[in-house]
């Protein structure tokens, strides 16, 4: 682990420091960004083109007046998560003890290959008919954001499990660990995170599956269905302002996964810059 540990040298004030600093960076980089897009979208003056103001006034209406069916932008935004939460979870749920077993036990994986792995390579978009067809309603995005989100976390938890390092197991054994514990103590901690990285990659596509199958799936709330609606009407600021939802909350959903990254692991803090 010594490649990983923090220098003794550094101080929690400075990382914290370092932290705050970033912060302002990012936020400087934000408002450069809108004012660039501000700037660009008026030289070119295109409807086609929203300006950032245009955007927030169609958040704005979409919060206070709801879209054209009347849902409000809450409700959408509620809808979407709830699937995707549930989606997600199943998706460690499943994927993380999986991995872990085929880790441990490479003869599993090598077996089932032939099975998981042209599977893996399906978009999960293009099990959208299948879904519609044989699933309905919550089940239906349950299902498609899990095989967004399964295969990530799946992978990189067996990847993990095959760079744990063996010293460490073979310290482990010396001192009379028994298996479960040396998978307790050794393993899952070595391994968690790939883990966490695999989720973070799993997030992004539970977010891309949730958009094509509320755009596709029929029901009228959902965040992907708010974008098809104004898409239909070519109005283009709602569109935009969904879109910018959809990127809003994944991100503070990354962050929660990097906060609970920098508290498993306060001695290696740079895994999560």
């Given at each position: 682990m010594n490649e990983i540990v923090l220098?003794?040298?550094?101080?929690?004030?400075?990382?914290?420091?370092?932290?705050?600093?970033?912060?302002?960076?990012?936020?400087?980089?934000?408002?450069?960004?809108?004012?660039?897009?501000?700037?660009?979208?008026?030289?070119?003056?295109?409807?086609?083109?929203?300006?950032?103001?245009?955007?927030?006034?169609?958040?704005?209406?979409?919060i206070k007046n709801g879209d054209v069916d009347g849902y409000t932008l809450a409700a959408h935004i509620k809808t979407s998560l709830m699937?995707?939460?549930?989606?997600?979870?199943?998706?460690?749920?499943?994927?993380?003890?999986?991995?872990?077993?085929?880790?441990?036990?490479?003869?599993?994986?090598?077996?089932?290959?032939?099975?998981?792995?042209?599977i893996r390579f399906i978009p999960p978009i293009a099990w959208i008919p299948m879904a519609i067809v044989l699933l309905v309603g919550f089940q239906r995005y349950v299902f498609l954001i899990w095989l967004g989100g399964?295969?990530?976390?799946?992978?990189?938890?067996?990847?993990?499990?095959?760079?744990?390092?063996?010293?460490?197991?073979?310290?482990?054994?010396?001192?009379?660990?028994?298996?479960?514990?040396?998978?307790?103590?050794?393993?899952?901690?070595?391994?968690?995170?790939?883990?966490l990285s695999g989720m973070r990659v799993g997030l992004g596509m539970c977010w891309m599956c949730i958009v094509a199958a509320e755009m596709i799936g029929g029901e009228a709330v959902g965040v992907g269905r708010l974008i098809l609606k104004y898409a239909e009407l070519l109005l283009l600021?709602?569109?935009?302002?969904g879109m910018l939802i959809i990127g809003v909350v994944g991100f503070f959903m990354n962050e929660i996964i990097l906060v609970i990254e920098k508290k498993l692991f306060k001695w290696r803090w740079e895994v999560s810059l």
């Open positions: 220098d003794k040298n550094v101080s929690s004030f400075q990382i914290r420091k370092i932290l705050k600093g970033d912060a302002v960076a990012n936020v400087i980089t934000l408002i450069a960004g809108l004012v660039v897009w501000e700037i660009l979208a008026r030289w070119m003056n295109s409807v086609f083109i929203p300006t950032p103001s245009s955007v927030w006034s169609a958040t704005i209406a979409l699937r995707i939460v549930a989606g997600f979870g199943l998706a460690v749920a499943l994927g993380v003890p999986l991995g872990l077993l085929m880790g441990l036990y490479p003869a599993i994986y090598r077996k089932s290959r032939i099975l998981l792995e042209p399964f295969f990530p976390i799946w992978i990189n938890t067996l990847v993990g499990v095959g760079r744990v390092n063996q010293v460490h197991m073979n310290v482990a054994k010396v001192f009379g660990a028994a298996k479960f514990t040396r998978i307790r103590r050794v393993v899952i901690p070595s391994v968690m995170p790939d883990i600021p709602p569109v935009v302002s």
